[in-house]
């Protein structure tokens, strides 16, 4: 079963604008990361943040973590066409080995 | 290796045959996953390896798919009899110390 769901599943945009992808998840977590998916490849790491943070950023990426609400969010700034991908969020448990499970995705299309 | 190998990229099975996925994570990553991935959807959690020991099978959908990790690197997903509904990508991943995931690029199933 998927852990975390994305909102929207599905997000086009002109390019130079900014994306906003937002991931909600059940149960306590240590850490949540942010995954990009190419077309018919594997998964490739963003970003992690851990439960005791609120905010990361890391070049275009700007994620955000609210563990009242049980919600986070990642913001791509000026867009490229580059960044058409699906990107899933995903949580490990806070307890036993810290299993990561996936949410179902946002599918982003960058028009350029 | 440099990064996580999977092997077949590509098989086609008949409805019925047996099928080995193999996975062959980086080198001193002690834990390894194994994901179903349906089109459209996020990967799903089938078992997760710490070293050779299998401490998590539970998203094995049924006893004919089985998976192993005897000397605690390269991993073998085998499925018996497999069936339409098996049609997928298979993702492993596999990380040295709980954070980022590094994926392979898939072996995407299709059972005919």
């Known amino acids: 079963s998927q852990q975390g769901e994305e909102d929207p599943q599905a997000l086009s945009i002109q390019e130079g604008e900014n994306a906003t992808m937002n991931c909600s998840y059940k149960?306590?977590?240590?850490?949540l990361q942010w995954y990009r998916q190419n077309s018919g490849r594997g998964l490739v790491h963003l970003i992690l943040?851990?439960?005791?943070?609120r905010e990361k950023h890391s070049g275009r990426l700007r994620v955000t973590l609210d563990t009242s609400k049980k919600s986070s969010s990642l913001l791509i700034t000026a867009s490229r066409a580059a960044d058409t991908a699906s990107y899933f969020c995903?949580?490990?448990?806070?307890?036993?080995?810290?299993?990561?499970?996936f949410g179902i995705g946002t599918k982003l299309q960058v028009i350029p | 290796g440099a990064g996580v190998s999977q092997s077949p990229r590509y098989k086609v099975a008949k409805r019925g045959q047996d099928v080995a996925l193999r996975c062959d994570p980086i080198?001193?990553?002690?834990?390894l996953f194994w994901y179903q991935q349906a089109l459209g959807q996020g990967p799903e959690f089938l078992t997760y390896f710490q070293n050779e020991a299998q401490l998590d099978k539970s998203g094995l959908p049924s006893d004919r798919f089985f998976a192993e990790r005897p000397e605690g690197s390269v991993s073998t997903l085998k499925i018996q009899r497999t069936q339409q509904e098996d049609s997928a990508v298979y993702l492993c991943?596999?990380?040295?110390?709980?954070?980022?995931?590094?994926f392979g690029e898939g072996s995407r199933l299709t059972v005919l």
């Open positions: 995903a949580t490990d448990d806070s307890g036993g080995y810290q299993k990561v499970t």
């Open positions: 080198s001193g990553h002690v834990s």
């Open positions: 149960t306590s977590i240590n850490n």
């Open positions: 991943a596999s990380w040295r110390i709980p954070g980022e995931l590094f």
């Open positions: 943040i851990r439960s005791n943070e």
